[in-house]
């Protein structure tokens, strides 16, 4: 059965304190692994996509990777308004447009 | 431009109402999405509509039903909803049509409370 798991359940973090967060997954035939962030009572917004082992992508101090196994979003020194829930979600060969979603990473920043 | 918009952004209704929810995207997105959601959990699907054709996750009840009048707009009708029913209602679009492996673009939800 396919899953997604992440890891940690929250995080809270100093102003400027980097950190990654970890998505890993068991799926049979990846096609695409997703990174959404998400504010309380609002919609996901679109952060990244990533199709291969290997492949990184940055924005502003987000970056994220992906290997075989599991998918990185590190938090470069991060600001308040960094604060969100981050989701990742793993699309497969068999998922017909089906996102697997991860329970996602509570992340609070204090100033 | 990668706005989905859903109207309304909220919603009560009591167990015998019926209501409907709108959707609409106009980045000409093959393909559209209804998910629920509730509090610390991550989005559910409930049913995918594409090239004209609706998939349906088959543990939503049938409460609730779909409708696709076209290519840009994607409704949700609620009819003789149950309290448990009470979560975020998002919608989504992505460019190609399923099977599909790019990225869904979310709307801003509608909170629907059902007393």
């Known amino acids: 059965e396919d899953q997604v798991t992440q890891s940690p359940e929250a995080l809270r973090l100093q102003e400027g304190e980097s950190s990654s967060l970890n998505c890993s997954y068991t799926v049979s035939g990846l096609r695409g692994l997703f990174w959404y962030r998400q504010d309380p009572g609002k919609g996901p917004e679109f952060l990244f996509t990533?199709?291969?082992a290997g492949e990184e992508k940055e924005k502003e101090r987000l970056k994220a990777t992906l290997t075989k196994k599991e998918s990185f979003l590190h938090i470069t020194a991060p600001k308040p308004e960094d604060s969100a829930t981050y989701l990742c979600a793993a699309a497969t060969t068999d998922s017909w447009g089906k996102l697997q979603f991860g329970a996602g990473t509570q992340v609070v920043v204090t100033p | 431009d990668t706005e989905v918009t859903q109207t309304p952004k909220h919603l009560v209704m009591g167990m015998t109402n019926k209501k409907s929810l709108k959707c609409e995207q106009h980045m000409g997105h093959r393909a559209m999405y209804w998910y629920k959601q509730k509090a610390k959990k991550p989005p559910e699907l409930m049913f995918v509509y594409s090239y004209e054709k609706l998939s349906i996750n088959e543990s939503v009840p049938s409460r609730f039903s779909p409708e696709c009048p076209n290519s840009s707009l994607l409704n949700l009708h609620l009819h003789a909803l149950q309290p448990e029913d009470s979560a975020l209602y998002l919608c989504?679009?992505?460019?190609?049509?399923?099977?599909?492996?790019?990225?869904?673009?979310f709307g801003p939800g509608t909170r629907l409370t059902v007393l």
């Open positions: 990533l199709y291969s």
């Open positions: 989504a679009s992505s460019h190609l049509g399923v099977p599909t492996y790019n990225e869904q673009f």
